[in-house]
């Protein structure tokens, strides 16, 4: 990495850390580099009309099923199921109000860590697609923390439970 370079990263790192999100340019990433993520978000757009619309036939599928009141029925190699489950869960707000210590609590709590790319639309105000990345470093235990830390808002943690809700149904 070039003086200037360094110099440019360690002005953007200091203008995220003002709350403002410096363009690619201002960190000498390439224009491959924003093609690439204009493309990425023509695939999302793809991605997101063809699951609008295989959310309509697994509703209407669904609808269509669960009208004859059998949970399964064969059609050629697939097999559409009304599944119905329960997620159970432990609340540690009531766990609290029920006596139990809070450090007995955290002491018995699992807390799990993913790093994934978010890609914010900021013309349209909403994320568009999150891809979790197995073997990605945390941001958060160390690696190149330098460079790591001047991209953690690309990189978001994630602790919440995995799980299907009550009359949950698989698009």
Request: net charge positive; charged share 30%; proline share 2%.
């Amino acid at each position: 990495m070039t003086a200037k370079q360094a110099e440019q990263l360690r002005e953007a790192t200091a203008m995220e850390g003002m709350g403002q999100i410096p363009s690619y340019r201002d960190v000498g990433l390439t224009p491959k580099f924003a093609k690439t993520v204009l493309e990425r978000q023509a695939i999302s757009d793809q991605i997101d009309e063809l699951e609008e619309k295989k959310k309509g036939l697994s509703d209407q599928i669904f609808e269509d099923l669960a009208g004859t009141g059998l949970k399964a029925v064969q059609v050629d190699d697939f097999r559409p199921t009304v599944v119905d489950q329960d997620r159970r869960s432990i609340s540690a707000e009531k766990l609290l109000e029920l006596g139990v210590p809070a450090t007995t609590i955290e002491a018995a709590t699992v807390v799990s860590h993913s790093s994934y790319l978010r890609v914010y639309d900021t013309a349209k105000g909403r994320t568009r697609g999150q891809e979790k990345r197995s073997g990605v470093k945390s941001i958060e235990k160390g690696g190149n923390s330098n460079a790591q830390s001047r991209r953690k808002s690309v990189f978001r943690s994630n602790s919440k439970a995995s799980g299907v809700g009550a009359g949950h149904r698989d698009y």
